[in-house]
């Protein structure tokens, strides 16, 4: 079974259920769902996929909307909220689907979803579960769960081709066969970016359908993450591509003038690779240092333009900068609002 839940906080909770014919099937929700999100997330469901291939706890992003599902051997939960907390409804996904197996019934599921949604808790949990507290969720955690330093050392040198990708605010496409692992790295690489703290650029599970891509389309900046490996040849998708089995990453030939590296670039990069060899700085002191020597380099765009004011091409010529320097101090002052259209 898998159940379904959707939050602005929380939005909504559902029910789908594998029968013993192997059919998928929506069995319940509350409140009641629109057509188009009941497809949504059927098709996201895990259910039909082998015994053993299932993943426990998976996670999407759709419009404004994020979805949660968690699977059990006889049930699973999805939700729909707006907000990026996998841990927090993780922790209610289990508590949902549990309180179902032990009753039978969706009344169970109702009486702590109205409990969650109105008093930001759960305090009679299914013997397995901890009591649901929202207070206790810092959304901080679950932007760190995963680790920068294993990121840099799966992609190296490349990984400043992502940063670089990040801090301009392009399309990055992430693409590996197993959900998991795209989940995983989605979550990880605005850590890159950390002075923004934005995770809602992160699209981590998409599907090549009309939907899905007609939402993408109206953000012109993202990470999507995809497990169809036809995604690589729809470079109309990314600026970049992540290929995660083969840690490769890739410049879209139509991106390439944005990818110019410079000697900022390299300074970052040498930067950031010595904070990941050095054993004694922990997860989050390396995104710190990164983070540092970002907005060191935002500080210096910004002083760029006389008195505070907007920075001009002609004012960059005027410096005498290299072309792909000036290309690069360009693009990052239009991505952080700096420049005069």
């Not at 039909?48 to 993943?55: A, D, I, R, V």
């Not at 995770?199 to 359908?209: H, M, S």
């Not at 020597?293 to 210096?300: A, S, Y």
């Not at 765009?301 to 505070?308: I, K, Q, Y």
Request: negative net charge; aromatic residues 10%.
């Amino acid at each position: 079974r898998s159940y379904t839940m959707a939050s602005t906080g929380l939005l909504a909770v559902s029910l789908i259920e594998k029968d013993t014919n192997n059919d998928i099937l929506w069995v319940w929700s509350y409140p009641t769902m629109d057509d188009a999100t009941r497809e949504l997330l059927l098709r996201k469901c895990t259910l039909s996929q082998e015994e053993g291939k299932q993943l426990e706890f998976s996670f999407g992003h759709i419009g404004q909307k994020w979805y949660y599902q968690q699977n059990f051997q006889t049930g699973g939960t999805d939700k729909l909220p707006k907000d990026f907390s996998p841990e927090q409804y993780f922790h209610l996904a289990k508590i949902f689907g549990l309180s179902y197996l032990k009753s039978g019934s969706p009344v169970s599921i109702v009486a702590h979803y109205l409990s969650a949604y109105t008093k930001g808790n759960v305090s009679n949990p299914p013997e397995a579960c901890e009591p649901f507290v929202a207070q206790n969720y810092d959304v901080r955690k679950a932007y760190t769960t995963y680790s920068l330093r294993d990121v840099v050392r799966q992609f190296g040198v490349e990984t400043v081709l992502v940063y670089n990708a990040l801090l301009l605010k392009k399309r990055v496409a992430v693409y590996a066969p197993a959900l998991e692992s795209v989940l995983q790295l989605c979550q990880t690489l605005p850590l890159l970016v950390w002075h923004r703290q934005n995770w809602n650029i992160v699209y981590p599970n998409v599907d090549l359908n009309d939907l899905e891509l007609d939402d993408l389309a109206t953000h012109s900046t993202y990470i999507a993450g995809f497990t169809d490996t036809a995604v690589e040849g729809r470079s109309d998708l990314y600026d970049l591509f992540i290929n995660v089995a083969a840690a490769s990453v890739t410049v879209a030939q139509h991106a390439k003038d944005s990818f110019g590296m410079t000697k900022l670039h390299k300074d970052i990069i040498f930067h950031l690779m010595q904070c990941v060899q050095n054993e004694s700085l922990s997860d989050n002191a390396i995104v710190k240092e990164l983070s540092s020597k970002t907005k060191e380099l935002l500080v210096n765009v910004s002083s760029l333009a006389p008195n505070g004011g907007k920075i001009t091409l002609d004012l960059l010529r005027a410096r005498k900068l290299s072309p792909a320097t000036e290309t690069f101090l360009f693009s990052l002052a239009a991505a952080e609002g700096l420049v005069e259209m």
